[in-house]
Each structure stands twice: as structure tokens, then as C-alpha cells.
């Protein structure tokens, strides 16, 4: 299994920390487009072994997913499943040391596998697009986690709420509660999927404005905005323009000043928009339909734009949709896989764990861990239309939400690199800003399979984001209420004494 890496790539030093999420570590290459991907552990003596035992058979499966269920849904071209590699304990042990002192803290309750000797290794995404070019401006990359773009539509939804406000939006209160950011995004994913211009700018600012961990911009493959943790933030729009203002004003890049940061923040947007709606496979002229999804799911009301929207008396807004074929609109329909909604799912999952209790061997034949080759993609599609009452009716559901469940928290990697005009390596794509021009490619990462078990874990926390949400906002209702009544009562006082 694996394959051994070339040697003269494994020098500790030669390696540097590029980030992590929840379950893995990310370190590049300081000159190579390559980075390598560790699994995370939890923080226990058991660790080592559970590394050994877990680490090839869950690379594997990673692979795999993204090889064969992925790659099917997303298009060949957004992704990169990268491949399962073994490297000397030695090389990952000294790699482990050096990277330690760079992670934050909020992220150290899990350590890296520095024990099986296994990771993935990937292209660079951030640096990707102009490895073997040679060019000044280093390559620009946008990072950006959009989550679930739509409002549930399923008959096994209970609480109105969940049919109102979306999921990303509601989520924003317990996660402000609960420390994990200072601020509430404005940021609405309903706004970013919508395909409407206005609204997907305004979706993109707030993303600047409050980036927590769905944006993240690299230069050279370095992170020059965005969160490491909530404590360790590079978010200064300033910095951000003038790290930028050579990329979009290359002939008068000096100038600087809140009109100047305001020009270059607009044509990243731009720029972002385009790269977002493009299909880059594109050209046949079918493929320019849009995808529109229904009034009721694409609209959230917890959406700073609709709040706008309302209060300036307009009712009507334009409902554009993504173009078939864009980055957005491939993700969107993954995530829609997912009809039921994990409160019509939790009863089917409860349902399969009450079988394989009684016949353990039913586990594999439902290809509950996998393997996640071309027949689990088969059993994707639908082939009992109605609840039959059994487990595998039950088991292809599962499967069909846990496939949505990633494509609900993968990222969106955007790789731009300046390129003038007259010398467009065509037939790769390009952005053309008011100044400047751009060859650029889309990728998605983080496309790991969701674990089973993971759907009890997710409905509880669904059940305390909605309990959360509408505690929260019926007290600040009551305040905003009281308020009110007592502002009326000073005025009639007011009146009175005149
Ligand atoms: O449930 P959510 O929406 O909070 O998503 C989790 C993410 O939180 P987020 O809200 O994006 O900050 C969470 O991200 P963070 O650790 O918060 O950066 C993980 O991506 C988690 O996936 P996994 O279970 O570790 O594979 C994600 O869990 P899944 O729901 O994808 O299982
Ligand atoms: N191929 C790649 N090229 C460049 N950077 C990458 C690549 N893969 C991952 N990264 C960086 O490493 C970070 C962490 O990786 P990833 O999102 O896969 O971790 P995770 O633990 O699966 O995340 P999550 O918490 O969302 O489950 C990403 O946000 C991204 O910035």
C-alpha cells in the first residue's frame, strides 16, 4: 500500500506548516507544488496505536471517496484526490517537532499521526497554477468554506424555524455563545449560491469582514488573510489591499487610502464572482442554463441582504440562479442529495443500528465504512423510491446524506496568477478585471468521507443550534420589545408634562 516518496523530498526542513482543520494536518513543501496531508488524533495514550490500526484503511477511504463518488458528482476537473503515501517515522517524527510551535492552541486538543508513517500527498492547490511559470507576482489563492447553500425542503422537518432562517445562519449564535468566534458573521450562504450579483457581493464583503474560518486568502502559498484560530486573525482590509494593489492596478500601484482599499476589496470580489459562476469545462451553449432553485429554499431570513431588502420596501428580488456546470452550482447539487434532512434521516439511522446489533456481518454488506468504490457510488442512486421499511432503503439514504454532509463542509480553492493579456497561454481560462487579467483554476478540497456514526453526533447538535437560535432571538425580541414600550411610556410622560 502507498508508494515510498522520492528521498530528496524528505528533509524535515524542506517542509513547512501550511494549516488544519478538525481531523487533519496540512504541511508544504517550501519550493515543490506539493503538500502532504496527516491524519489527526485525539490526545490519548491509546493514540499511537489507534494511528497504526486506523491511519492506511482511513487514507484509503479519503482516496477513494474523492476517487470514486466525488469526483463523479463535482467533475473531473475540480478535483485532486491526491494518494496515500508511506513515509519514515524519522522524516514525520522530526516534522511533527518542527511544525508544533505554528498550530493554535484551539486546534491542539488533537495531535498529528506521527506514529503510522502515512499521509496523503497533493498538489499545492495554493501555488498550483503557476508552478512552471515564471512570473513576479506570486500566485494569488482564495480559500473559501461557503457551507450549505439552501434551505431544507424536507416533510420530516418539525420546527418552522428550520424552513426560515438556514443552518450557517442559526449556527452563528451557538457558536458566539460557546466562545469558539468573538463576533456573528452577516454572511449567508443562501446569498453566495444565489447567483445573483448583488447578493454575492454582499456575501463575499461580509465573508472579509468577518472571515472566522470559511475564507482564507494565500500569496505564494502563504496565509496573508484569515483566521488561524479566534485569537490569531490576519484581517485588516488595508494590509489586504496593498498586498493586492500590484495584482489589480499593476501601472499605478502606489496609490493607498480608503478609496484605494475600496477599489482593489471590489475587484477581488469581482474577480471571486467570476471564478465562482464560470464553467470553466464550459462553451456548449446548453450549458449556460441556470440552476434556480425554488423562492422558499434560496432565501434565508436571517440574511443581512433580505433584512436590506425589506427594510428599503423592495419585495421582489431577483432569483438569478447559478449557471449550470460552475463550481457553486456543482456543489449545491451534491448538497441537495440530502432530501430528508438529518431529522428524516435519524430515525432511518436508528433503524440500522437497531439491525446490525442483530446481524453485525449486515455492517459491510451496507458498505457502512466503505469501501467507497464504484458499487457504493451505485447504491447512490435511487433505487427504492419509497420507504419500503427496510434497512437498505434505510442505508442508501444514509449514504446519500453523508455524501451531501461533505459536500455541505468542503472548501472551494480559487488559484489565480497575473498574466497580461498578449500572452494568454490559451486554452486555460482567464478572469479580465478593469486593469488586470488572470489565468486561474478551481479545485475543491476536503472532500473526506463523513463517518457513520457522526449522524448522532449531528442531529443533537442540530436540535441545541435550533433551541439556541430561538432562545436567543425571542430574548433579544423581548428586549427589543421592552425597549420599546419603555421609550413609549417617557414619550407620554413627555406629553403629559407639556
Ligand atoms: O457541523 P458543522 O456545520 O459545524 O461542520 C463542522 C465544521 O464546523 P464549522 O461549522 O464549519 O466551523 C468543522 O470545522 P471546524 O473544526 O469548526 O473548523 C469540521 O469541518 C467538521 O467536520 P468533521 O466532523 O471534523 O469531519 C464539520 O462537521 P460535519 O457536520 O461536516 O460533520
Ligand atoms: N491540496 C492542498 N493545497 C493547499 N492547501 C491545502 C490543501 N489541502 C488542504 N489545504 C489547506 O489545509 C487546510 C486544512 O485542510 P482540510 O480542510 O483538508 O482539513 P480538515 O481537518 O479536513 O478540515 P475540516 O475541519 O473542515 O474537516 C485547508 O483549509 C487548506 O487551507
Redesign the pocket.
Known sequence: MGTVMEVKYLDANEWKYHGE???SLVVSHVQHCQVLRFLKFPNERSQPNQALEEAPRRLRNIVDFSKHVMKLLLGDTFVQPGEVIQLPLDFVRQLAMKIQPERPGS?CNKVMDAFSGYALCLPDLTKFQTCHRIEKRPPLCIEI?P??GFIPFSTHITKDVKHRVC??CM?QHL?VANG?WKRISKYCPLDLFSGNKQRMYIALKSLLQEP???LKIFKNGELIFGCKDDQDCLMDLNELANHLKAYFFPANGVVSGPQCTRTVISELIHVITIALVSNINNCKPGDMKRIIVSEERSHCEASHFCKEVLRNGIHVVENSGLPRGCVLSRILQVQMLDMMDIDGIYPLYLRVQQHIEEFPTDRTRLHLDGPYNESFYESLSDSHSQDDETVDYAAQKIHQYRVA??A??CSVMIALSPCPLEEWPEPSPIIQTSRACFVYSVSIL?L?P??YE?IA??YK?DGKIINFYLQNTRAKKDLATQKFYKENEECTLFFHSV
Open positions: 482543520g478538525n481531523r486546534r468554506k457551507k450549505c443552518r450557517y449556527h457558536k469558539k472566522q474560518n470559511n454532509t461533505t455541505k463542509d476536503d473526506d463523513k463517518p457522526n453526533h449531528q447538535l
